[in-house]
């Protein structure tokens, strides 16, 4: 495996599939995670005593295990569903040796039975993993709360950044989902937002600009440096802009 060390010391793998690293390299794996994903999201949702979390794609795992770790630091009462697809079914099985970050050390049980049975449950969590398209996984699903879209860019994973793949994840959210990414583009955010999402970007204390999506109008909330982003302004602004669209590949068409 091609290891790489991140700035947050976390260690993260370069995809010879898709040429880039499963993590930013200078935002950090676990700290991007936990800033532009968990931290927001929980902030957006702190009332719940339940959610269903779908996490786009599993990979190395951060976005769950570092929401169990944010979950149990914070002494959180709250059960959560995960669900997630994965096409590498042997890279699920590595992560049983992987050098994850000493937050984790107390999930290493939780690890192990993913990387062995491809699920886990107890009292307070489940966590479902799908080897296999992501794409026809997400459309057996309901009622998601939140989703961590945090697939390889656009560029190289195209089919999982388009206006078509976000209508199927607009028909299986709750009416008060939220979406959280590492992307900014443009052609991404109108994807979102022609699915009935409202945009805002988001800048924590620490991290680089990402974006947060709303299927549900909000009248307030407790992020700071949260701000909206008029989509159709943009579009006005910008005419020749348009959404990210499925490839002419057969199996999306």
Not at 205 to 225: C, D, G, M, P, Q
């Amino acid at each position: 495996m091609d290891y790489r060390i991140t700035n947050d010391g976390s260690k993260t793998l370069f995809s010879s599939k898709y040429n880039q690293t499963f993590h930013s390299l200078q935002d950090g794996a676990l700290s991007e995670s936990l800033y532009k994903h968990i931290i927001p999201a929980f902030q957006l949702v702190e009332n719940k005593t339940k959610l269903n979390i779908l996490d786009i794609c599993f990979g190395l795992g951060y976005n769950t295990f570092g929401t169990i770790y944010y979950i149990k630091e914070n002494n959180l009462n709250i059960k959560v569903n995960f669900y997630s697809p994965e096409l590498d079914d042997e890279l699920i099985e590595s992560l049983i040796n992987f050098e994850y970050p000493k937050e984790f050390d107390t999930i290493k049980e939780i690890i192990v039975s993913l990387a062995k049975e491809k699920c886990y449950k107890d009292n307070q969590f489940q966590i479902n993993l799908f080897i296999g398209d992501a794409r026809e996984y997400i459309k057996t699903l309901s009622n998601i709360n939140i989703v961590y879209q945090d697939a390889f860019s656009s560029d190289t994973n195209h089919e999982l950044w388009t206006k078509e793949y976000f209508s199927d994840i607009s028909k299986i959210a709750a009416s008060d989902a939220i979406i959280t990414t590492y992307s900014i583009a443009t052609p991404i955010r109108l994807a979102i937002y022609e699915n009935n999402f409202d945009v805002y970007e988001y800048q924590s204390s620490i991290k680089k600009r990402s974006t947060i999506a709303f299927k549900e109008k909000i009248k307030s909330h407790h992020l700071i440096n949260l701000k909206y982003i008029d989509m159709e302004k943009k579009k006005i602004n910008s005419p020749k802009a348009a959404p990210l669209r499925d490839l002419n590949l057969e199996i999306y068409k």
